[in-house]
């Protein structure tokens, strides 16, 4: 398990539950993601560190599905993986080809993920 992840672990198990904080996490990201869509001029540093941020989170995701001792059935951690190459190959195809309507997929992404995780779906 990667640093990054041990760390998440931790503090996931000492100050909320992992949902909440996984759904808050989203939640970042996707708020990242709208301020550079809504702010939009271009390529810049705030878009770089948006899908950065993005990009790591979901690193940490797909790492987490893809482990033995993930307590979630396999149909779901699979989805979590397929979910997260999309992710990875839009945030690509954002960097080469930078247009903010292409955030739009990244942000609902998050967003819907994080209902779900805070059960307001």
């Known amino acids: 398990m990667s640093h990054a992840a041990q760390a ?3 503090t996931s198990q000492t100050t909320a ?3 909440e904080i996984e759904a808050q996490a989203l939640l970042k ?3 990242q993601l709208q301020d550079v869509q809504a702010n939009w ?7 770089h560190n948006a899908l950065l941020f993005n990009r790591r989170l979901w690193s940490i995701f797909m790492s987490a599905a893809e482990t033995n ?3 979630q059935p396999l149909e779901i951690r699979q989805n979590i993986a397929n979910i997260g190459v999309f992710v990875m190959k839009q945030t690509i195809e954002m960097q080469m080809n930078p247009d903010p309507a292409k955030l739009k997929s990244l942000i609902d ?3 819907n993920l994080a209902a779900g995780l805070s059960g307001k779906v």
């Open 8 to 10: 998440y672990a931790r």
């Open 17 to 19: 539950p992992a949902r």
């Open 29 to 31: 990201a996707a708020k």
């Open 41 to 47: 001029t271009g390529p810049d540093k705030n878009m």
């Open 69 to 71: 001792d993930n307590p």
């Open 109 to 111: 992404i998050n967003c």
